[in-house]
Each structure stands twice: as structure tokens, then as C-alpha cells.
T-cell receptor, first 115, second 115 residues
Framework: GAGVSQSPSNKVTEKGKDVELRCDPI?????LYWYRQSLGQGLEFLIY????????KSGLPSDRFSAERTGGSVSTLTIQRTQQEDSAVYLCASSLWQGSAQPQHFGDGTRLSIL | SQQGEEDPQALSIQEGENATMNCSYK?????LQWYRQNSGRGLVHLILIRSNEREKHSGRLRVTLDTSKKSSSLLITASRAADTASYFCATDAAAGGTSYGKLTFGQGTILTVHP
């Protein structure tokens, strides 16, 4: 079946603009995760969804970052007033349900470049 | 700080040789997972080992876990050029409550297998 789909695959935008990144998880997967991968920081957890609720937003770097999930499926990560340090690859993953011992299935990411 | 630290940072070997990568972590864990990432792609789950397991095999992969030393190793036997990728360990910390699969990743080992 289809894997995790992320769009756009690449995004170049000017500093100060807002961007919206989309994640379409594997059908039936109730848990959804956003991570950020950058050269300096490696892979960092951003936010987790179980269904439509986000019990853990602890990884969001600032209040410019927000995310939502609707219908227990598609999720969008929004970055407002982008800064150059937001440049990174944003990865989305889903798993069948929340909890330990669940392998996470990753999309290929959105490569975000802030000019 | 990174929960998982990996060594070596880079490993270059010939096809047919074995590759060993190590991961150390800082806190108690529920489980430890290994992922592979090909250039420009998302992460692919390889194997999961629970905190009460010491060794696990999957095809050419062998993972060990030593919770007393807070370390794990991934062995790839009879390596192939197609194994060229970055390899990450990821831990799911045992926070005392319900685990929901928030993963903390190491910095990764870049493996190059020469034909």
C-alpha cells in the first residue's frame, strides 16, 4: 500500500513568509509524528498526534510553529514568519497506534530553505 | 543533548565485509530501534529491541543491547553496496508513564560499502 506522503518535497521561500507543510500518513495509522532534521541538530522531535489531538507539543521550537491534524488523517505543520534557522528537512512519520514498540514509517520529507 | 550517541561517525568498508555500528544513550529506555536513511529519503525501520532483550536477529542484521552500559550495537554481515546509507539508533525513553513512541535519535553513522 501507499506509504507516508509529504508535500511539497522542496520549498524555497523568503525570510518572513509563512509556510505550510503537509503530511498524509498511511491509511489506518492513528499516531503521527513530526521531526526536523538539520546538519547542526540532527533529528529532533517536534510534535506528536494521537487521532486529532496533540498530547505532546514539547518539541516545537517556538510559537511560530503550529500543527494540526484533521479527520485523524492529514496533518499540516505551519511555520509563521520564517527565519533562516528554520531551514531543515521536515519529516513526518506514522505508526499504527501510539506507544512503545511501534515501528514508525517515515515520508521522504520536505526540504525547506529560507533565503 | 542527544539521547543517542553513535560511533563511528563514518565507516567505509568493502563489499562482503561486516559493518558494526555502536550507539550509547543516557536514560532508561523502553526499547531501542535502528533506522536506515538513504540520501534524500526518509528513514526506514530496520529492527527493534526491547529493554528486556539482549540480542535480536533479522536477516543479515544483528542487534545487541546492554542496558547496564546503556549501549547497543548493529552488525550488518556480508555487506553489499546497497547497504550504503546513514544508520540511526533511536530510543523510546521510559518516562515512568505511558510511552507514546516519542523517539530520540542519535547523530547517525554514515556507512559506505565499496563494490
Amino acid at each position: 500500500g501507499a506509504g507516508v506522503s509529504q508535500s511539497p518535497s522542496n520549498k524555497v521561500t523568503e525570510k518572513g513568509k509563512d509556510v505550510e507543510l503537509r503530511c498524509d500518513p498511511i491509511s489506518g495509522h492513528t499516531a503521527l509524528y513530526w521531526y526536523r532534521q538539520s546538519l547542526g541538530q540532527g533529528l529532533e522531535f517536534l510534535i506528536y498526534f494521537q487521532g486529532n489531538s496533540a498530547p505532546d507539543k514539547s518539541g516545537l521550537p517556538s510559537d511560530r510553529f503550529s500543527a494540526e491534524r484533521t479527520g485523524g488523517s492529514v496533518s499540516t505543520l505551519t511555520i509563521q514568519r520564517t527565519q533562516q534557522e528554520d531551514s531543515a528537512v521536515y519529516l513526518c512519520a506514522s505508526s499504527l497506534w501510539q506507544g512503545s514498540a511501534q515501528p514508525q514509517h517515515f515520508g521522504d520529507g520536505t526540504r525547506l530553505s529560507i533565503l | 543533548s542527544q539521547q543517542g550517541e553513535e560511533d563511528p561517525q563514518a565507516l567505509s568498508i568493502q563489499e562482503g565485509e561486516n559493518a558494526t555500528m555502536n550507539c550509547s544513550y543516557k536514560t532508561s529506555i523502553n526499547n531501542l530501534q535502528w533506522y536506515r536513511q538513504n540520501s534524500g529519503r526518509g528513514l526506514v525501520h530496520l529492527i527493534l529491541i526491547r529493554s528486556n532483550e539482549r540480542e535480536k536477529h533479522s536477516g543479515r542484521l544483528r542487534v545487541t543491547l546492554d542496558t547496564s552500559k546503556k549501549s547497543s550495537s548493529l552488525l550488518i554481515t556480508a555487506s553489499r553496496a546497497a547497504d550504503t546509507a546513514s544508520y540511526f539508533c533511536a530510543t523510546d525513553a521510559a518516562a515512568g508513564g505511558t510511552s507514546y513512541g516519542k523517539l530520540t535519535f542519535g547523530q547517525g553513522t554514515i556507512l559506505t560499502v565499496h563494490p
